[in-house]
């Protein structure tokens, strides 16, 4: 029950999809409160204002029900927004990595490939996660999907591996 309510207050006032009607309109498309407190919501954060820190900081800590949170729709929506088409490569360090284990919700196999690259720069690791637990989350995202018809290596040759 606990995780059911703050689910719903998440998706209320701190992550907002398409559908949020809690937000002012011209809010909702930020995606993400950054800063809330009070009266004040600001897309921003305390350490900086570049989109992986404000989008990025609500995606940790990367754990078994952030999918209740930060559901596969919500992610797609944030992705495409902010993310897709090479936008999350650009990503400094640990945030790099954030974003590709968030990825996992809707595109398991993208960020699962993104994790086992053979050339991977551990670099894009945060220091609260680890390249193992990563490609698990991503490995166990699909296959909570229901699509099991794919090996463990979730369809990824050897030469991506």
């Not at 950054?34 to 990025?56: A, M, P, S």
């Not at 999350?88 to 690259?117: M, Q, S, V």
Request: hydrophobic letters at 40%; proline letters at 4%.
């Amino acid at each position: 029950m606990m995780l059911a309510i703050l689910s719903r207050a998440v998706k209320h006032y701190y992550l907002y999809g398409n559908d949020n009607t809690v937000q002012p309109a011209n809010f909702i498309g930020n995606k993400a409160a950054g800063i809330l407190f009070e009266n004040k919501v600001d897309h921003v954060t305390f350490f900086g204002d570049k989109i992986e820190y404000i989008q990025g900081i609500h995606m940790i800590p990367l754990q078994a029900p952030t999918m209740l949170m930060r559901d596969r729709r919500f992610v797609e929506e944030e992705w495409n927004t902010y993310f897709s088409n090479g936008r999350a490569d650009k990503a400094d360090g640990g945030w790099r990595g954030i974003l590709y284990g968030n990825l996992a919700t809707f595109d398991a196999k993208a960020a699962y490939r993104f994790f086992a690259n053979p050339k991977f720069d551990d670099a894009h690791i945060d220091g609260g996660a680890s390249r193992a637990w990563y490609m698990c989350y991503a490995a166990g995202t699909f296959s909570s999907s229901g699509r099991r018809s794919l090996p463990p290596t979730l369809g990824v040759s050897t030469e991506e591996r």
